[in-house]
T-cell receptor, first 114, second 113 residues
Framework: QQQVKQSPQSLIVQKGGISIINCAYE??????FPWYQQFPGKGPALLIA?????SEKKEGRFTISFNKSAKQFSLHIMDSQPGDSATYFC?????????????FGKGTKLSVKP | EAQVTQNPRYLITVTGKKLTVTCSQN?????MSWYRQDPGLGLRQIYY???????DKGDVPEGYKVSRKEKRNFPLILESPSPNQTSLYFC????????????FGPGTRLTVL
């Protein structure tokens, strides 16, 4: 049972464009939604995270939009750059519960063309 | 430098030959976890540990064992590896189970022939 669904699987964007990656979750108990960025040959690294008490969080060119009623959240990368080319994973966790492990989406491979 | 280290980084082995992948963190983190990454399947948790001597199964624990005898180390043991365990493995740690960043190691690419 996949608890976090991520789309698209791959994305090609021109330099300067907006990259949008979407995730949907099923468990309404999830209360923490991070995005991880992974470059080839490296481990994932935390990019940005949001809690459900806010609808948007922005850090530089990266923004998370969160829609609690639709159980969806998305990552927007403004002014995409070739250096943003990486695989992006959304994740969710219920840290108010007893376990609290991260459940990852399947990932989106982003290529930004110069 | 704060980091999670894994060894070996690459390993080719044969079916049934026991192996251990080591993981060590120098951040005094309580929580450690193992994931495997497969194309199209993302990151799936194998085992995790909330503290020394406390371990529990993740989503795909079959064929794996772990131990947590020291806070800094969390080895992954494959007692009888099979080809379906060919994968990219990541160890991660965080200061506690909570809204805290998980730090990932560089990965171990395992091929079982």
């Amino acid at each position: 049972q996949q608890q976090v669904k991520q789309s698209p699987q791959s994305l090609i964007v021109q330099k300067g464009g907006i990259s949008i990656i979407n995730c949907a979750y099923e468990n309404t108990a999830f209360d923490y939604f991070p995005w991880y960025q992974q470059f080839p040959g490296k481990g994932p690294a935390l990019l940005i995270a949001i809690r459900p008490d806010v609808s948007e969080k922005k850090e530089g060119r990266f923004t998370i939009s969160f829609n609690k009623s639709a159980k969806q959240f998305s990552l927007h990368i403004m002014d995409s750059q070739p250096g943003d080319s990486a695989t992006y994973f959304c994740a969710a966790a219920n840290y108010g519960g007893s376990q609290g492990n991260l459940i990852f989406g399947k990932g989106t491979k982003l290529s930004v063309k110069p | 430098e704060a980091q999670v280290t894994q060894n070996p980084r690459y390993l080719i082995t044969v079916t049934g030959k026991k192996l251990t992948v080591t993981c060590s963190q120098n951040m005094n983190h309580e929580y450690m976890s193992w994931y495997r990454q497969d194309p199209g399947l993302g990151l799936r948790q194998i085992y995790y540990s909330m503290n020394v001597e406390v371990t529990d199964k993740g989503d795909v624990p079959e064929g794996y064992k772990v131990s947590r005898k020291e806070k800094r180390n969390f080895p992954l043991i494959l007692e009888s590896p099979s080809p379906n365990q060919t994968s990219l493995y990541f160890c991660a740690s965080s200061s506690r189970v909570g809204r805290n960043e998980q730090f990932f190691g560089p990965g171990t690419r395992l091929t079982v022939l």
